[in-house]
């Protein structure tokens, strides 16, 4: 049987990375074994539910590449893929269950349900319920009188009582003891189904061969496993990844910093990096890699080596992780990745941008060297675009610029450009050159200071491109100020 997977998303929020990171596995695994990776929407929750959720959603899993076999935009033999548009569905396999004794109507208000509950609490019994508990109510009166109320019954699974296991394929054999819960809801009083029966439902018809998913669903399971057995079904293979946590240690979330991945996209990340970090968070290469290109991560992806223990979700290694792919990318699509950024930094408008597309695109290639992310691109583009008062005061310059030669070797560097309108890194770089051979500077002290005057930094990228990025006017006005003063 070939291999089918699924990843089921509530159509709630934004995708979390937790989820992002289920998604990947599921997709990982489906390629490894040129199986079928199916997204399916459960949408069922109607008070939390948007279709705004939905395709936000899509955008998202679509932006990191992780394309659908099958889904509520792609044609396939098991639809309807929207759990919404499957009610009938579960209707009739829940009419199975009644039929054959497995499942059985319940015409019990709620409060009743309340006080069953507090009469096992009183009597140390553990909050199950019951056929036997809830049959007494099921009367031909209380029928009728539902009717006339125009109330609907819910449907109660019969929970067998003996323990059941599975051999999960991260965390090994799970047993679930007898009478660890006692009969439950598998249809709600208004016609839709609960989250376990919908599930099982879904993953029957569908033909799931895998369920990978969170661990947080382990305790889902035990229900899952019972409804299986009812249907005669075949049983899924189950593995649960571990939870993602953060540095602290607690369940990842808002506190710990960005946590969904239109979050992440929105400050700069790109997907391939996104992508990587999240395949590292449990599972890991075999030789040990950390930069993983998608084809290599399908070839090399198994199970065996997910990890069983938590995760711990480094936002510092996923900023370097993003600075490699930066640095790697194909450099127009870096500048255009970059271009929201600088418009909204107001740095240069879009006529701008466009008319001087050569320059940006030298700036963006020279400063994404120093990035972790393309939304600090503007911070480090200002010093080619605006002005900043030098501290004439810092002692650290006022000690380079006492050194030997070096004030000289940079007043023959601004005469040299005053007198020469030829603006090319060679030229730079041979007026550089010949104010040393004649001025021999201290060498450290000398560049240190040029590129203090010139930036406003004593670090960056290379000297020379900066200096023809920013410009031979902004140049000159640099050297102007202080050497004015000397």
């Keep these: ?193 609960t989250y376990n029966f919908a599930v099982v439902v879904d993953d029957i018809t569908m033909e799931i061969t895998h369920v990978i998913r969170g661990d947080d669903h382990l305790s889902n399971t035990l229900r899952q496993v019972a409804l299986y057995e009812a249907f005669n079904a075949p049983m899924p293979q189950f593995a649960h990844v571990s939870m993602i946590l953060g540095p602290d240690g607690k369940k990842l979330s808002k506190r710990h910093g960005a946590t969904s991945v239109e979050e992440f996209r929105n400050k700069g990340y790109l997907p391939e990096a996104l992508v ?81 597309k050569k320059w940006v695109t030298e700036a963006v290639d020279i400063v994404r060297e120093s990035v972790d992310d393309l939304s600090q691109v503007p911070e480090k583009l200002e010093i080619f675009l605006k002005e900043f008062e030098l501290d004439e005061a810092d002692e650290e310059l006022k000690e380079f610029l006492e050194a030997k030669g070096v004030k000289e070797t940079i007043k023959i560097i601004h005469e040299k450009i005053l007198n020469d309108p030829d603006w090319k890194v060679e030229t730079i770089l041979k007026n550089i050159k010949e104010a040393m051979k004649e001025a021999k500077p201290a060498k450290k002290p000398f560049y240190m200071s040029l590129r203090k005057i010139l930036t406003n930094s004593f670090e960056g990228p290379d000297l020379v491109k900066t200096i023809h990025l920013i410009g031979r006017t902004r140049v000159l006005q640099r050297l102007e100020r202080v050497v004015a003063q000397w």
């Design 1 to 193: 049987m070939s291999v089918r997977v699924r990843f089921a998303p509530s159509p709630t929020g934004f995708l979390h990375v937790g989820g992002a990171r289920t998604a990947l596995y599921n997709y990982l695994y489906a390629k490894k074994h040129n199986g079928v990776f199916v997204l399916r929407i459960e949408d069922t929750d109607v008070e939390r539910s948007t279709k705004e959720s939905e395709n936000q959603l899509i955008e998202a899993l679509t932006w990191l590449g992780l394309d659908w076999d099958e889904g509520p935009d792609v044609k396939g033999e098991y639809g309807p893929y929207r759990q919404s548009e499957r009610t009938h569905i579960y209707k009739q396999m829940a009419e199975q269950l009644i039929n054959e004794g497995k499942a059985y109507y319940s015409y019990v208000y709620p409060e009743e349900m309340e006080e069953i509950k507090e009469k096992l609490a009183k009597e140390g019994k553990p909050p199950h319920y019951s056929y036997e508990l809830l049959e007494p109510y099921n009367t031909e009166e209380r029928k009728k009188e539902f009717e006339e109320k125009g109330l609907k019954p819910v449907v109660f699974f019969k929970m067998p009582r003996k323990p059941f296991s599975i051999n999960d394929l991260i965390k090994g054999p799970v047993t679930f003891g007898e009478g660890a819960i006692g009969d439950f809801i598998i249809m709600r009083s208004n016609g839709l189904p």
């Design 276 to 356: 990587n970090y999240l395949a590292l968070l449990g599972w890991s290469h075999p030789d040990g890699k950390e930069i993983i290109p998608l084809k290599e991560m399908i070839e090399t992806f198994d199970l065996n080596r997910v990890n069983s223990s938590p995760a711990i979700f480094d936002n510092e290694k996923l900023k370097w992780m993003n600075g490699v792919y930066i640095r790697e990318a194909n450099l127009d699509r870096i500048v255009k990745l970059s271009k929201p950024f600088i418009l909204e930094a107001g740095l240069l408008t879009e006529e701008q941008f466009e008319n001087n």
